[in-house]
């Protein structure tokens, strides 16, 4: 698809980042390779997870190491020419429109 239009395209991609991220990754790199834009909506895990039976201590742990994943992402995202925008529960559709239309991704 992103090769055979004549005009850019926007590719809008929302993910877990869990199960797909290299594919989205390797999405990402089409889009630049052939002159296309993908915004990347990523619904971040922890955000809607239960609490557990992990301690304290463990559970702040796994969170630290998953947001250092995920910036660590987000900067291959914005490497390659894609916008990002990380969304939780409290975060609106209207809310998200305004933030990617003042270039805030």
């Not at 971040?44 to 992402?73: M, T």
Request: proline share 2%; aromatic share 6%; hydrophobic share 40%.
């Amino acid at each position: 698809i992103a090769v055979s239009k004549g005009r850019e395209q926007l590719f809008i991609v929302i993910t877990d980042l869990l199960s797909s991220r290299e594919a989205v990754i390797a999405g990402a790199r089409i889009c630049q390779r052939t002159g296309n834009r993908m915004l990347v909506i990523h619904t971040y895990d922890d955000w809607y997870r239960k609490p557990g039976d992990a301690s304290q201590e463990e559970e702040i742990e796994r969170l630290y190491g998953n947001v250092s994943q995920s910036l660590k992402v987000e900067s291959l995202f914005r490497a390659l020419g894609a916008s990002y925008i990380r969304i939780g529960p409290a975060d609106t559709a209207s809310g998200i429109v305004r933030a990617i239309r003042r270039g805030k991704t």
